[in-house]
């Protein structure tokens, strides 16, 4: 059977004029049933709908900060700054998307995309918002560290795939959703409150979330919100 076409977007290599992308969100496509290619962002912005056209579904990967001024902010100085030219094309590539109603999942800085493109806002740098019982967020070294989400809709996307509503993610991000983009829900929340889950309803499958699932791929519950991912796409390619 021929497998659906997975764009995925790809973050730089600072010191050279290198693309770069984690080889673990090809793997976790790629077991999942799908065919995973990378999507250049230094080019042509007209070439985006050349691009989806050759594909059945598009993941956004993670990468660095967003620029705040998108929301009306100043960046913090903690921040690392995303490239200007990756974020111009996530959001003409996530406007084409939308117009297609293609299946998007979106991971870390890819669900801050979805969400700051449909006018939300985002928490900069997560120490500074404080809560009863905080969670240490962010990738201090221990890349075994996890903690428990929430998933608060049971007819979510993510829900339906894991079968529960509970699950244990990996730990690795300082920024999240702060004020929730236009027609967007939350899905999943961590213990402190911050959250780690967004969809469209409205939409076959517009899915993001702040944890990172590819680094866990090999596990169960993290392959299937992939393979659910898939299953759309597939959909979408018959």
Same mark, same amino acid.
């Given at each position: 059977?021929?497998?659906?076409?997975?764009?995925?977007?790809?973050?730089?290599?600072?010191?050279?004029?290198?693309?770069?992308?984690?080889?673990?969100?090809?793997?976790?496509?790629?077991?999942?049933?799908?065919?995973?290619?990378? /999507?250049?962002?230094?080019?042509?912005?007209?070439?985006?709908?050349?691009?989806?056209?050759?594909?059945?579904?598009?993941?956004?990967?993670?990468?660095?900060?967003?620029?705040?001024?998108?929301?009306?902010?100043?960046?913090?100085?903690?921040?690392?700054?995303?490239?200007?030219?990756? +974020?111009?094309?996530?959001?003409?590539?996530?406007?084409?998307?939308?117009?297609?109603?293609?299946?998007?999942?979106?991971?870390?800085?890819?669900?801050?995309?979805?969400?700051?493109?449909?006018?939300?806002? /985002?928490?900069?740098?997560?120490?500074?918002?404080?809560?009863?019982?905080?969670?240490?967020?962010? /990738?201090?070294?221990?890349?075994?560290?996890?903690?428990?989400?929430?998933?608060?809709?049971?007819?979510?996307?993510?829900?339906?795939?894991?079968?529960?509503?509970?699950?244990?993610?990996?730990?690795?991000?300082?920024?999240?959703?702060?004020?929730?983009?236009?027609? /967007?829900?939350?899905?999943?929340?961590?213990?402190?409150?911050?959250?780690?889950?967004?969809?469209?309803?409205?939409?076959?499958?517009?899915?993001?979330? +702040?944890?990172?699932?590819?680094?866990?791929?090999?596990?169960?519950?993290?392959?299937?919100?992939?393979?659910?991912?898939?299953?759309?796409?597939?959909?979408?390619?018959?």
């Amino acid at each position: 059977m021929q497998r659906p076409v997975i764009g995925i977007t790809v973050d730089y290599v600072t010191t050279k004029p290198h693309y770069m992308l984690p080889w673990t969100y090809a793997r976790a496509i790629e077991a999942a049933g799908g065919l995973p290619v990378m /999507l250049p962002y230094k080019t042509d912005i007209t070439l985006i709908v050349q691009y989806v056209d050759h594909c059945d579904g598009v993941l956004l990967a993670g990468g660095d900060d967003l620029d705040p001024s998108l929301w009306g902010e100043t960046y913090h100085d903690k921040a690392q700054r995303i490239d200007p030219d990756r +974020q111009r094309f996530e959001f003409a590539l996530l406007a084409e998307i939308e117009r297609r109603k293609m299946p998007v999942l979106g991971i870390c800085l890819g669900s801050q995309v979805m969400n700051v493109y449909r006018g939300g806002s /985002l928490h900069q740098f997560l120490p500074d918002v404080m809560s009863e019982n905080p969670i240490e967020h962010r /990738l201090t070294g221990d890349w075994s560290r996890r903690h428990e989400v929430t998933i608060t809709e049971p007819d979510s996307h993510v829900a339906r795939a894991i079968g529960r509503l509970t699950v244990q993610t990996n730990t690795s991000h300082k920024q999240a959703v702060n004020k929730l983009g236009s027609n /967007l829900r939350v899905t999943a929340v961590a213990s402190d409150g911050i959250i780690e889950g967004i969809e469209d309803a409205s939409f076959p499958f517009y899915v993001g979330v +702040q944890w990172h699932p590819e680094r866990q791929h090999d596990e169960a519950d993290h392959h299937a919100i992939f393979r659910r991912f898939i299953e759309h796409c597939r959909f979408s390619f018959c």
